[in-house]
């Protein structure tokens, strides 16, 4: 009876209760604009695998001052060449890969590798390749898992790695 009188009880939770959107963005640099993946994509590597504080709207800047923005503009976002002068400027190589196989990406993940998704290019983060699946970081979306096949059809066989 005194239970009822006083409310309801506190419960403590063992761990911290998340989200699932908190899930999906977990090491995850969301981009936050229509054509700000590449930006975000290069963000999400830097802080999480190689330990830069960063976030989009820095590298976005720090690329605009080395291009042109109206061609980023035309082309629809941020180019590899883009990305590899913006980390030139910080100390890193950017190195671009050709005729990649499922194989290669596995040896280099993480990378930066473009995709075709609804007719549109796009940049995603690969950060594993297993035979159930290919792990991914979507800026546009989030955290998931794409079988090999369906990830073999949009993807281009280009991969982008950071040393």
Known sequence: ???FLLG???VRAERPVRSLLEIRHEALLPQRWDNSCGAATLATVLRYYKGVSTNEEAVARGMLRQTD???VRVRGGFSLLDMQRYLTGLGFQGEGYRNMTLADLAERVPMIVPITMNGYAHFVVVRRVAPTGINIGDPSFGNYE????AFAEKWTD???GIQ
């Open 146 to 149: 794409m079988a090999q096949s």
């Open 69 to 71: 923005p109206l061609r």
């Open 1 to 3: 009876m005194l239970a």
């Open 158 to 160: 280009v991969g982008f």
């Open 8 to 10: 309801p009880m506190p």
